[in-house]
């Protein structure tokens, strides 16, 4: 029997209903969104004001009174290694102050002219022309000043100023690398000129390491450990006198400030200025390499970083460390190690000898 009409239009519409419901996309579950909490802190904090006072190395050490130049500095690193602008002919700047061994000899004192030895200790090359004086007494003011002293130091090279530029003069090979570097001199070939050239080589002697990279803003350049022993260096009180991009090498110093050093024989500045207010006064040591620059002090009395470490913070600042602030100090040092240059500072072909130049000389 036939459906009514309106049956059917309910039926229908019913159909339609649950056909449109089974085309609707499911809707998805609303689930609480999950807000992710700040994240903690972690490893070691360094409060940016005790960066201040440190910076790192520029890329040349420059000066006025003596321009670089790519000529001025070849004919310096030809100087640097050349023996026979010695007495002898067995001694260069390179023999106390090895390019390859961070700028040092490693021994207590350098041996000099027949086989004579100095007081002190010699010091690194590298980065030294940043220095405000040069020598452990401050007596040279520029990095080419210093350059004169060895050479014509008889217990060193025991050349003279004459002998020096004669030698230079006596070899084609130097006198067309003296008017390359020195353009405008008439003479070129001249004992200043010869301490200019070795200072514009000495000028790009610079030794960057991660410690530079943290003070440029890398902040993972330095292990927990290193930013640890960098602030056991602060609170003990060792920028009181190292300080600056080569942290150190920016004062004078009394040596035995809190305690008397035990070496009293070098009375330090005071034999420069003739004051006994200067006794012991000593410029602060660079600390730039200084993993590999031992022996240390101008005694070589220190022979471990450890022991140099102790025995500034019992002379200078009246402290006992402890083996484990020594060691945290220690850790912290080691960044202060960059990389040597090798191919700035590889030995170049030298100028050949002539009959003019002069022989070596053993007495």
């Given at each position: ?89 067995d001694l260069s700047c390179n023999s106390c102050h090895d390019v390859e061994k961070y700028g040092v000899d490693g021994k207590d004192v350098s041996e000099g002219h027949k086989k004579q030895r100095g007081t002190r200790n010699s010091p690194t090359v590298y980065n030294a ?123 004078y110093q009394k040596l035995g400030k809190e305690k008397p050093w035990p070496n009293q024989n070098d009375k330090g500045r005071s034999a420069v200025t003739k004051s006994p207010s200067d006794d012991m006064m000593f410029k602060t040591s660079i600390l730039r390499n200084i ?73």
């Amino acid at each position: 029997m036939p459906r009514p009409l309106a049956s059917v239009v309910a039926l229908t519409a019913l159909a339609v209903i649950a056909c449109k419901e089974e085309q609707q996309p499911e809707k998805p579950q609303h689930k609480a969104a999950r807000v992710a909490a700040p994240a903690a802190p972690t490893g070691v904090a360094v409060d940016s004001a005790k960066l201040e006072i440190f910076g790192p190395l520029p890329a040349a050490m420059e000066s006025k009174a003596n321009p670089l130049s790519e000529d001025k500095i070849g004919l310096g690193r030809m100087l640097f290694f050349d023996a026979r602008l010695s007495k002898n002919h067995d001694l260069s700047c390179n023999s106390c102050h090895d390019v390859e061994k961070y700028g040092v000899d490693g021994k207590d004192v350098s041996e000099g002219h027949k086989k004579q030895r100095g007081t002190r200790n010699s010091p690194t090359v590298y980065n030294a022309a940043l220095q405000f004086v040069q020598f452990w007494d401050g007596r040279a003011e520029t990095i080419e000043e210093q350059a004169k002293g060895p050479v014509i130091n008889p217990v060193e090279m025991a050349s003279t100023p004459e002998r020096v530029v004669t030698t230079l003069k006596s070899m084609p090979g130097y006198v067309d690398a003296f008017k390359k570097a020195f353009p405008d001199d008439e003479d070129p070939v001249t004992f200043d000129n010869f301490a200019k050239a070795v200072g514009a080589f000495e000028r790009k002697l610079v030794t960057p390491s991660k410690w530079d990279d943290y003070l440029k803003g890398n902040k993972t350049a330095l292990s927990d450990d290193e930013k640890k022993g960098f602030l056991k260096f602060v609170e003990v009180g060792c920028p009181t006198c190292h300080v600056g991009p080569l942290v150190g090498g920016t004062m004078y110093q009394k040596l035995g400030k809190e305690k008397p050093w035990p070496n009293q024989n070098d009375k330090g500045r005071s034999a420069v200025t003739k004051s006994p207010s200067d006794d012991m006064m000593f410029k602060t040591s660079i600390l730039r390499n200084i993993e590999h620059t031992g022996p240390y002090f101008h005694d070589a009395s220190a022979k471990t970083l450890e022991d140099a470490v102790k025995k500034m913070a019992t002379h200078q600042l009246a402290k006992e460390l402890s083996d484990d602030d020594v060691k945290s100090i220690v850790t912290w040092l080691k960044t202060l190690t960059g990389t040597i240059p090798a191919e700035y500072v590889k030995k170049p072909a030298l100028p050949e000898s002539t009959p003019k130049t002069p022989k070596p000389d053993p007495k």
